[in-house]
């Protein structure tokens, strides 16, 4: 088991990862090389102290090389779902559990918010993951709204299993190209049904559905760590970056505005260092 489970690859991942090194902690850091969007489309920088004028791939390129000299390893998986276990989280990543005493939430904030009824039919039709969920939807038909190209082998394995599969993506250069998936190039209004999720609805028409897959990057907060505080699509935080639920912390964009690197690589340092006094006090 893993002393603290880090969550995403931004300026507070980073930061809190940098920190968690430099404390000798045991951690396991999900995310991307790429690190962020965010940082990589950067025009410049012109607030960040000791990098004036940076642009964002250069920012990128200063914190990997950071994070390598460190000797810091970054796992490539998508964090699924996290569950409060027996005094510690179960992190799921697809099929795969991994478990730590504590997490910290570097997640960012959602580019592509919840369409009406996407949240209230959470496990009830709509679902985050296509491994999870897709043997449920075996020769049925289901949508699916896609927000980034890294997730496309995705798309194809729920393809391998859908009868049909209408896809929104909602970025450019899509290569999908199968017998069974239809593209539809509008984001859907809205998620209906009764019990369950029955149908999308568009502008100028409805399409009935067994289920629903929204496959992004980051998911809601709430709908990640069931129990979790949040206000206005951000985690609720005090000043030691804890969040309502023990052994939980949360730093940067995902703990609200302003979303500046700065502001984000301070409370990812200040999170590593709480997750530690925490663990120090075993609790």
């Given at each position: 088991m893993y002393d603290v489970a880090l969550i995403g690859t931004g300026a507070a991942g980073v930061s809190a990862a940098l920190t968690l090194k430099a404390l000798n902690k045991n951690f396991i850091w999900f995310g991307s090389r790429s690190l962020s969007s965010k940082i990589s489309s950067a025009e410049k920088i012109r607030n960040y102290p000791g990098l004036p004028f940076i642009s964002g791939g250069e920012m990128r390129e200063v914190f990997l090389r950071q994070v390598d000299e460190m000797d810091i390893e970054i796992t490539p998986k998508n964090v699924t779902g996290l569950y409060q276990m027996d005094?510690?989280?179960g992190i799921l990543c697809n099929k795969e559990m991994f478990e730590a005493k504590t997490v910290i939430l570097c997640?960012?904030?959602e580019s592509v918010k919840p369409i009406p009824?996407?949240?209230e039919f959470v496990g009830r039709g709509v679902s985050y993951c296509a491994t999870c969920d897709g043997f449920l939807y075996?020769?049925?038909t289901i949508a699916v709204e896609c927000t980034s190209k890294e997730l496309e082998h995705e798309i194809e394995y729920l393809a391998s299993l859908a009868a049909k599969v209408w896809l929104m993506p909602m970025y450019k250069d899509v290569e999908i190209s199968l017998e069974n998936v239809e593209i539809i190039k509008e984001k859907p209004l809205?998620?209906?049904g009764g019990q369950k999720a029955e149908k999308l609805v568009f502008s100028d028409r409805e399409i009935e559905v067994d289920g629903v897959f929204m496959l992004k990057q980051?998911?809601?907060?709430s709908v990640l760590l069931n129990g979790l505080d949040t206000a206005?699509?951000?985690?609720?935080?005090?000043?030691?970056?804890?969040?309502n639920l023990k052994g939980c912390y949360a730093a940067g964009d995902c703990t609200g505005r302003p979303y500046q690197y700065a502001k984000a690589v301070g409370e990812g340092n200040i999170a590593a260092h709480s997750a530690a006094e925490y663990l120090a006090n075993g609790k």
């Open positions: 005094g510690h989280y997640t960012g904030v009824g996407e949240l075996k020769n049925k809205e998620i209906r980051a998911i809601t907060p206005d699509g951000h985690i609720v935080v005090d000043r030691s970056c804890a969040s």
